[in-house]
Every structure is written in structure tokens, then in C-alpha cells.
């Protein structure tokens, strides 16, 4: 019971970046997503190893090309869902911060 009016309160206080929350939930599984696509690709260029001396190296320089896009990109991704986080926890620092000392502001 107490956990849920915790996590009440807390939510209450990020309400007001509720776009930010959503945008780093969705910047979160688009790097995810592309994280699990690297293993994909890094088999498909082992295929393209047919045998000694019978290597596709276009496919093999295709695969391994995309597979270095999807890390960066997902690399990409992270470092700004962890700016985004950032900013969402000191702004909602700053707002507890600015109402307590109002509240201190204004006792008897």
C-alpha cells in the first residue's frame, strides 16, 4: 500500500515533463531495438564466409557496414535518452527544492 502511494506521488511530480518521460521511453526502445539488429547482421556476414579462400566480401563489407551504422546510431540514441533523463531528474530536484523553500518561506 505504501508503495503505491510512493510511486502516486512521485508520478504527481513528473507530470509536468510527461512529454520528456515519453520521448526518452521511445528513444529507449528504438535503441534497444536497433542493439538486437548488430547480432543479426554480425551472422549474416559470418555466412558470407563460405569457406577458405571463398569469401563474399561485398556482402561481407555490406553486413558489417550496417551492423557499424546500427551502433552508432543505437550509441546515438542512448547518450540522448541519458541527457533527456538528466534534465527530467533536475528539473523535478529544482521544482521539490523551489516548494520547499516556499513552504519554508511562508511557516509561522
Given at each position: 500500500?505504501?508503495?503505491?502511494?510512493?510511486?502516486?506521488?512521485?508520478?504527481?511530480?513528473?507530470?509536468?515533463?510527461?512529454?520528456?518521460?515519453?520521448?526518452s521511453l521511445?528513444?529507449?526502445?528504438?535503441?534497444?531495438?536497433?542493439?538486437?539488429?548488430?547480432?543479426?547482421?554480425?551472422?549474416?556476414?559470418?555466412?558470407?564466409?563460405?569457406?577458405?579462400?571463398?569469401?563474399?566480401?561485398?556482402?561481407?563489407?555490406?553486413?558489417?557496414?550496417?551492423?557499424?551504422?546500427?551502433?552508432?546510431c543505437a550509441?546515438?540514441l542512448q547518450?540522448?535518452?541519458?541527457?533527456?533523463?538528466?534534465?527530467?531528474?533536475?528539473?523535478?530536484?529544482?521544482?521539490?527544492?523551489?516548494?520547499?523553500?516556499?513552504?519554508?518561506?511562508?511557516?509561522?
Amino acid at each position: 500500500m505504501k508503495r503505491t502511494k510512493t510511486l502516486g506521488r512521485v508520478m504527481k511530480r513528473l507530470r509536468p515533463y510527461s512529454f520528456l518521460l515519453f520521448l526518452s521511453l521511445l528513444l529507449s526502445g528504438a535503441s534497444v531495438v536497433l542493439t538486437l539488429l548488430i547480432p543479426r547482421r554480425i551472422g549474416s556476414a559470418i555466412d558470407a564466409v563460405i569457406g577458405a579462400g571463398n569469401v563474399d566480401f561485398p556482402t561481407l563489407f555490406h553486413h558489417l557496414l550496417y551492423a557499424g551504422i546500427f551502433a552508432a546510431c543505437a550509441a546515438v540514441l542512448q547518450w540522448i535518452c541519458s541527457a533527456i533523463n538528466q534534465r527530467i531528474s533536475f528539473m523535478t530536484v529544482r521544482d521539490l527544492r523551489d516548494e520547499a523553500f516556499s513552504h519554508l518561506q511562508t511557516l509561522p
